[in-house]
């Protein structure tokens, strides 16, 4: 086998190969062997047809299995010998055909890991936001505690108003005829909620209870019942009981149901938690700035086995978060295609900046030590609430451990930049008030 091997960029080599005649018809004949144990041609016993019968009938599938192990069998100890950092799978771009009594040759372009050195990395001049608690984030999050908590209760008023829960009987006509579905009994409706054929919900507020009515309304154009879409209706209604949402008082009682004794301490609590969130938000927007500043000065061609396998890393995350709030990325309308689309940038930058630290780190001698790794080890089992020895389990895997390693390494580079960095706090940035048109014509 002779190899010869060519740069096409940075990130891709070519791989230009020739397998001896020799070599080719001993696969030849392996492969006619292996195909004649069942063979079956009209006229011959199985396992008595002859070569040249066999190449009759069966020489597209010798062509294919031999091709498949030469290919196999000289490309990767190629990559061996040649010590070429290949990732993904190989493109063939040229073969020449089996022939018996001619070399095989053909050529296969694989693209590799970039040979990075990292330079102008020290003494990087980065804006960190200064944290700021604002106490009205705290204030917020104890009135959504509130509302989750509330209850349906009966109302003295007499008239429903938006935001009210109303208990109704309907029945809905079309041309004069009831329709199947149009009607209900004790029907539990939010108004307000828009759960309801538009300008329905807003016909309701005002009634009274004990009051009937006649709502008229429209069917959409594209609802989902043909005969009925885009048709006028007629539903008589009849409220039969208004009930609002009652909020509890915020009190000690109140912080009880969330496992703590006062409401002081509840909003301790939501305090140090929202601090926390700040830090690591401040935190992680002055490395992503860290690293932006990194690629600027360092910018690198990334193979697109990279980023697709970090796309793919990316989707499983955002699956994988979905899922555990009880939904899935296909009610946000995200598909794996226009994931791909929409994030292949930010995949870019996260490639070339892992590329980069992992570059700097080798440069520095920077990598993790056994005794970080226990400590993260009890770091992780902290943060998931998983028993430890469960955490070690997973991380005695092979490919679980080297990620983890790196995931170490990298950390420590990040606090290396950081130290040698000239940091300057800064103010936070107001966000921008956007103008609601609407609210403005009703004022």
């Known amino acids: 086998m002779n190899v010869k091997v060519e740069d096409v960029s940075s990130i891709k080599k ?20 292996k195909i004649g144990k069942t063979a079956k041609v009209k006229g ?19 062509e294919q299995e031999v091709l498949t192990r030469l290919i196999n069998d000289t490309y990767f100890k190629a990559l061996d010998e040649n010590d070429i950092p290949a990732i993904g799978e190989p493109n063939i771009v040229d073969s ?14 694989v693209e590799i890991k970039p040979e990075v050195t990292a330079k102008d990395y020290t003494k990087l001049a980065l804006e960190k936001e200064k944290l700021v608690v604002d106490a009205k984030v705290v204030e917020g999050r104890l009135e959504e505690m509130r ?5 349906l209760e009966v109302t003295t008023r007499k008239k429903a ?57 429209s069917f959409p154009e594209e609802y989902g019942q043909a005969e009925l879409a885009g048709k006028p209706a007629v539903f008589k209604v009849t409220l039969k009981e208004i009930k609002e949402k009652v909020v509890p008082e915020l009190n000690d009682e109140f912080a009880k149901g969330f496992g703590v004794d006062t409401l002081d301490e509840l909003k301790g609590e939501l305090q140090k938690s929202h601090e926390t969130q700040e830090k690591n938000r401040v935190e992680n927007d002055l490395r992503e700035k860290l690293v932006s500043a990194l690629i600027e000065r360092n910018p690198i ?47 870019v930058e996260q490639v070339s900046g892992n590329l980069i630290l992992e570059a700097i780190g080798r440069q520095e001698s920077i990598q993790a030590d056994e005794s970080e790794i226990d400590a993260k080890l009890e770091e992780i089992s902290s943060m998931a609430n998983a028993p430890l ?42 966000p921008k008030k956007k103008t609601d048109k609407k609210t403005e014509e009703d004022a």
Do not use: W
Not at 16 to 30: L, M, S, T
Not at 186 to 211: A, C, H, N, T, W
């Open 161 to 217: 108003r938006k935001g009210d829960s109303v208990v109704i009987d309907f029945e809905g006509f079309v041309d004069g005829e009831a329709f199947e579905g149009g009607k209900g009994e004790d029907y539990l409706l939010e108004l307000g909620s828009g759960s309801f054929i538009p300008g329905f919900e807003e016909q309701v507020v005002g009634m009274k209870r004990e009051e009937s009515k006649d709502v008229e309304v």
């Open 44 to 62: 011959f016993r199985a396992g008595k047809v002859p070569d040249s019968v066999l190449e009759k009938y069966y020489g597209a599938q010798m």
């Open 389 to 430: 020895e469960t955490v070690k389990k997973y991380y005695a895997a092979p490919e679980a451990r080297v990620g983890l390693m790196a995931q170490i390494a990298e950390e420590k580079v990040i606090s290396f930049l950081l130290d040698s960095a000239k940091v300057k706090e800064v103010s936070p940035k107001k």
């Open 301 to 347: 061609e990334v193979p697109e086995t990279m980023i697709a396998k970090q796309l793919d890393y990316m989707y499983e995350n955002i699956s994988n978060r979905m899922q555990s709030q009880g939904m899935s990325v296909a009610m946000l309308g995200i598909t794996p295609e226009n994931f791909r689309e929409n994030y292949r940038d930010t995949a």
């Open 96 to 109: 020449s055909g089996i022939n018996k009594g001619e070399a095989f040759t053909y050529e296969a372009e």
């Open 147 to 151: 509302t989750s908590r509330s209850q």
């Open 14 to 33: 070519k791989l230009i190969f020739e397998v001896a005649p020799e070599q080719v018809d001993k696969e030849i004949g392996r492969a006619y062997k």
